[in-house]
């Protein structure tokens, strides 16, 4: 077994973001249960730890350019990269999950909890974002900056908050990939079906980088400068 076995899988993708790819095609949470050793992960899921292992230490990219950033900087750069990506793509996959499950619902009836989970999801994770960008990012941007004063007392506080409401939102993540079963499309799926398929794992993959960067850098940086 290799040494990045007894590392935990938040610290894999932050030191390598190639990582997280390979983490997601096999179900291993490094974004909401990113403390976790890989070798625990893999032992809870029923996976080789050594195959995982090596398939990680051949992925290109041991490092990116948000592992670097400022608190500030890498605040913006979520609501970049992320935020915006969202507020576009869950609008569109909502509509598509209506469509899909108008056509296929009565031969597939998974589609029906699909859809509840699709709406769900983008319920959770719209205020979600719009709280980060109003209240929790202006906020480490002023800390930054000197403040250490805030309405809502220790900005450890809305840290707290979003961690938690990452925790729902990762565990309707997981239910999507159960009642797809892993976004694998049947065989008289549509050209529709398999679109709202692929935007889905699209979204899930996306999502647990996006919740990986705030939950173990960022939040961990905010909390150690603040001495939490």
């Known amino acids: ?24 095609a096999h179900g291993l949470d490094y974004c909401c249960h990113g ?10 899921a029923g996976i080789d730890p050594v195959a995982i292992a090596d398939e990680i ?23 970049e990269a992320h935020h915006a990506y969202l507020f576009a ?16 619902g009565a031969r597939h009836p998974e589609l029906h909890e699909v859809r509840r989970l699709v709406v769900n999801l983008r319920a959770d994770l719209e205020p979600h974002m719009m709280k980060e960008e109003r209240v929790l990012f202006p906020a480490i941007h002023a800390l930054w900056k000197g403040r250490t004063d805030f309405p809502f007392g220790s900005i450890a506080n809305p840290i ?6 990452h925790g729902r939102a990762g565990q309707l993540l ?5 009642a797809t079963r892993g976004y694998v ?9 398999r679109s709202l398929y692929e935007r889905l794992e699209a979204i899930e993959h996306d999502t647990h980088v996006h919740i ?10 905010v909390l150690r400068k603040i001495g939490d």
């Open 35 to 44: 403390n976790a050793t890989l070798a625990r992960a893999c032992a809870d």
């Open 57 to 79: 230490a051949e992925l290109a990219g041991a490092g990116d350019a948000w592992t670097a950033l400022d608190p500030p900087v890498l605040a913006d750069h979520i609501v």
């Open 1 to 24: 077994m290799t040494d990045v076995s007894h590392r935990s899988l938040g610290d894999i993708v932050a030191s390598n973001p190639a990582a997280a790819r390979a983490l997601d």
């Open 212 to 221: 990986h960067k705030e939950n173990h850098v960022l939040f961990d940086a």
């Open 160 to 165: 707290r908050m979003m961690i938690m409401e």
């Open 174 to 178: 997981a239910d999507l990939r159960t």
């Open 89 to 104: 793509e869950l609008p569109r996959v909502d509509a598509l999950s209506a469509r899909v499950l108008d056509a296929h």
């Open 185 to 193: 499309v049947p065989a008289d799926g549509c050209a529709s079906y």
